[in-house]
């Protein structure tokens, strides 16, 4: 067929076929599903490309994965390489500026082995804007650098950029705070975070990534109650999981509207978001304000996840894609838009230079930028020899297990992946590393209740039937058929994430009563917060974050989606009860040991119908713990229950009311009584010799 290039004629949303519904869909993608579709698409276009790359010849010839791509550039040095075998020349072109203006130089780029081309000169390019003008087919296409480090307003154009330049100052020295025996991860969106009224930011840095850098914020700036990382700091939780930070495409950075947008629709892998920096126009300037953002965040005794999205990309028209077509995504046999992201593309994580590409960009995240964990998106839709890669190459670098990782253990649709390549999904998790971990559907559901059915309820709000997932998620999930974990570092325990309902409006769809329901709040965190896994939760779940029942908001206004600092006060008991129970879950080793041995601390268990106890070994080999054995109960029932406890001194560390008993322990009594809807924890002391 005659072939055509399809980067000239794309459409700025990739039109594809309607998804069936999947329960994995991100259901913000439905915007993206145009109703008619594109023939480009659906025929022959893709695999007039895919054969060709997918001979051996090609893939000795070109693809080596070891040579250096993207921009270089340092005070007496600016060079640029891209990969693309299949354009017949290639030209820069230098801007003045990042998004308007004709290029004030055009350099032709020359060819060197493997498919890449070249252009270097001996000056420093710092600030100065670029493209790529190919010819593929006899076509011309343009195309920004799909490894650029820093670019124009709205991602377009590139940037060069010598990074030291870009370093805050004792940049040098920023380290992470010492990683403590438990990890406990808290979700957080940029702007979410600073951007209401209530949190005290100022008003310039709302919404921005200098919020973080805000020393002692609090409620409208009252001084007594305290906002931002203060609050988080006094919480307990130790790692913030920003969601997308990378340049995403959903945002008009000029600002010309007030957007939000999750931001799960990548443009720049390598570049931070501008919507999120105070000048978007400079493409310095997003990235010394992420660098003093996470060094703000270490300084205060955090680590920082990033929240990356290489399975797809904002739309098919991407840099990847018209600087090489179709080399960096999965197309059925067909000539059909492999589409399991149902975000009209995926990306082919299998392929050679596709993987280098995922790595390097993961490893520069890491080394560039200090991040200290990566939580991969539908990491379902990679592949398991890529995610064992990153997760070795980070070992080797940073120390085993020093920088975490972990994802999404699923995918919308069926996928076209190629070869023999298993995708890294809840399936394969034995096949996955110790150290890379999964968010577990099971015990989020089995807890509250599915994501999908709004009015299905859990353990703690009335389910029926649950105690046996119970009891697994507990272990999280390690001796289980399936999935078959090996070890609790594989298992991130949750109850809210972004994506649904929020707890709060998920037991509103289950539970009338509020008095109930708030019960059922206090069981549902007391329940994932001691089981073995990682705990994990979405901002603003310690004061009842509600969304006003969307379980959807990706691109809902930030006045729905914004943190209310000030609930965090008006729900200040509920507040101080997580406080407590993350503040005594890591005096319980029982619960956060990781390894492979974890499941046989869980000594003994029992259930009745929706009640369900147990006990955990918690000694350690290094020193005399406070309680050498804990007793847990989960009465989900609305009856009391009472429990019969193994012989010996036992304290009351934690009920339904009161996540702090363990500062001042009553001893329990032989009998224990266990009110409706609540959790108790008991700890025996070391016997006295
Ligand atoms: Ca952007």
């Given at each position: 067929p005659e072939a055509v290039h399809p980067g000239t004629r794309y459409r700025r949303y990739p039109r594809h076929r309607q998804c069936?519904?999947?329960?994995?869909?991100?259901?913000?993608l439905a915007l993206l599903q145009l109703d008619q579709p594109d023939a480009r698409y659906d025929h022959s276009v893709g695999s007039s490309y895919v054969p060709v790359y997918r001979k051996e010849e090609f893939q000795k010839q070109?693809?080596?994965?070891?040579e250096k791509l993207g921009m270089e550039c340092t005070s007496g040095r600016t060079s640029f390489r891209l990969w693309s075998p299949v354009a017949e020349e290639v030209q820069i072109c230098f801007y003045k500026n990042g998004e308007a203006g004709s290029a004030f130089e055009i350099h032709p780029m020359q060819l060197q082995e493997h498919g890449i081309w070249n252009y270097e000169t001996?000056?420093?390019?710092?600030?100065i804007y670029y493209d790529f003008l190919l010819k593929i087919e006899g076509e011309q296409v343009q195309s920004a650098d799909p490894y650029a480090k820093a670019c124009g307003v709205n991602g377009l154009r590139s940037m060069a950029v010598d990074l030291r330049k870009t370093d805050p100052v004792m940049w040098e020295s920023d380290k992470a705070p010492e990683k403590e025996a438990e990890q406990i991860i808290y979700e957080l969106h940029v702007k979410e975070f600073?951007?209401?009224?209530s949190g005290g930011f100022p008003v310039e840095v709302?919404?921005?990534?200098?919020?973080?850098?805000?020393?002692?914020?609090?409620l409208y700036g009252d001084g007594k109650h305290p906002t931002g990382l203060s609050y988080l700091k006094n919480l307990g939780v130790n790692y913030v999981q920003l969601m997308p930070v990378y340049d995403y495409g959903s945002v008009d950075e000029a600002g010309r509207a007030d957007g939000f947008n999750w931001?799960?629709?990548?443009?720049?892998?390598n570049v931070p978001e501008?919507?999120?920096?105070?000048?978007?126009?400079?493409?310095e300037v997003r990235i010394r304000e992420l660098k003093e953002a996470i060094q703000a965040l270490h300084r205060q005794g955090f680590r920082v996840i990033m929240d990356v999205v290489?399975?797809?990309?904002?739309?098919?028209?991407s840099w990847l894609q018209k600087t090489?077509?179709?080399?960096f995504y999965r197309v059925w046999e067909d000539g059909s838009v492999s589409n399991g992201s149902a975000c009209g593309n995926d990306v082919a994580s299998e392929q050679a230079m596709c993987a280098k590409y995922i790595l390097e960009s993961v490893l520069y995240w890491a080394e560039?930028?200090?991040?200290?964990g990566f939580r991969f998106d539908?990491?379902?839709?990679?592949?398991v020899e890529l995610m064992n890669r990153i997760r070795k190459e980070l070992d080797a670098r940073?120390?085993?297990?020093?920088k975490l990782v972990f994802g999404?253990?699923?995918?919308a649709d069926e996928t076209a992946v190629e070869g023999n390549a298993l995708l890294a999904d809840k399936a394969h998790i034995h096949l996955l590393d110790e150290q890379v971990g999964m968010f577990s559907d099971d015990t989020r559901d089995a807890i509250k209740g599915s994501v999908f059915e709004a009015e299905e309820p859990g353990f703690a709000n009335g389910?029926?039937?649950?105690e046996e997932q119970i009891l697994a998620s507990v272990k999280a999930w390690?001796?289980?058929?399936?999935?078959?974990?090996?070890?609790?570092?594989?298992v991130i325990t949750y109850?809210?994430?972004?994506?649904?309902?929020?707890l709060w409006d998920k037991l509103c769809e289950t539970t009338a009563s509020e008095e109930l329901r708030r019960k059922q709040y206090r069981l549902a965190a007391g329940m994932y917060l001691t089981c073995q896994g990682i705990p994990f939760l979405l901002s603003g779940e310690e004061f009842a974050?509600?969304?006003?029942?969307?379980?959807?908001?990706?691109?809902?206004?930030i006045t729905i989606n914004?943190?209310?600092?000030?609930q965090a006060y008006k729900e200040q008991e509920l507040v101080e009860y997580y406080r407590g129970l993350i503040t005594l879950r890591k005096m319980l080793p029982g619960l956060w040991d990781?390894?492979?041995?974890?499941?046989?601390?869980?000594?003994k268990t029992w259930k009745t119908d929706g009640c369900v106890g147990l006990y955990v070994d918690?000694?350690?080999?290094?020193k005399a713990e406070l309680w050498k054995t804990l007793c847990i109960v989960y009465n989900g029932s609305e009856k009391q229950q009472e429990v019969k406890l193994l012989k010996g001194t036992w304290e009351v560390l934690a009920d339904g009311e009161d996540s702090f008993l363990w500062k001042h322990p009553q001893i329990a009594a032989e009998h224990m009584k266990v009110s409706p809807v609540s959790i108790l924890i008991l700890g025996k002391k070391e016997e006295s010799r």
């Open positions: 069936n519904r999947s329960d994995r869909l991100h259901g913000y070109y693809c080596d994965p070891a001996k000056q420093s390019l710092h600030g600073s951007w209401d009224a709302r919404g921005k990534y200098p919020a973080f850098c805000c020393k002692d914020t609090s931001g799960y629709d990548p443009l720049n892998y501008g919507s999120y920096s105070t000048d978007p126009f400079h493409g290489y399975n797809h990309t904002y739309s098919l028209d090489m077509p179709w080399y560039e930028y200090h991040m200290d539908l990491m379902g839709l990679l592949d940073y120390g085993t297990g020093e999404e253990p699923w995918r389910g029926k039937d649950l390690c001796g289980q058929k399936e999935p078959k974990v090996k070890a609790p570092s594989q109850v809210s994430a972004h994506d649904n309902h929020t974050r509600t969304k006003g029942g969307r379980d959807n908001t990706y691109n809902a206004p914004r943190l209310d600092w000030e990781k390894s492979a041995q974890a499941a046989k601390r869980i000594l918690n000694q350690t080999k290094e």
